[in-house]
Nanobody, 124 residues
Framework: QVQLVESGGGLVQAGGSLRLSCAASGRFSNFLMGWFRQAPGKEREFVAAISRGGSSTHYGDSVKGRFTISRDNAKNTVYLQMNNLKPEDTAVYYC??????????????????WGQGTQVTVSS
């Protein structure tokens, strides 16, 4: 089991950057980690995933080339560096963990544990 706490959200202008963090308890290195986001009235959307050791990553098409996921297993933390932010990136961002190994499995139902979310707002 793992508990997840996100931080780093906030208000930023379009073109700006934010770095989200997700601190985990439990056996963090046993879990594949992902980031998702959900805007009002929309379904939860896959953003990025990273393998247990950090060697493999996968991104949603809408963020590819702008966002970078990374993890530090010594600190039990996963990060999401978000650059060139756009108003359409506005959403609540969630950190999630699963016991699988396939980073390209992107459906939210495949993830077992979730954080409480952090709000990201991008102004135009």
């Amino acid at each position: 089991q793992v508990q997840l706490v996100e931080s780093g959200g906030g208000l930023v202008q379009a073109g700006g950057s934010l770095r989200l963090s997700c601190a985990a308890s439990g056996r963090f290195s046993n879990f594949l980690m992902g980031w998702f986001r959900q805007a009002p009235g929309k379904e939860r959307e896959f953003v990025a995933a990273i393998s247990r050791g950090g060697s493999s990553t996968h991104y949603g098409d809408s963020v590819k080339g702008r966002f970078t996921i990374s993890r530090d297993n010594a600190k039990n933390t996963v990060y999401l560096q978000m650059n060139n932010l756009k108003p359409e990136d506005t959403a609540v961002y969630y950190c999630a963990a699963r016991g699988g190994v396939v980073v390209t499995s992107t459906h939210p139902s495949l993830y077992d544990y979730w954080g409480q979310g952090t709000q990201v707002t991008v102004s135009s």
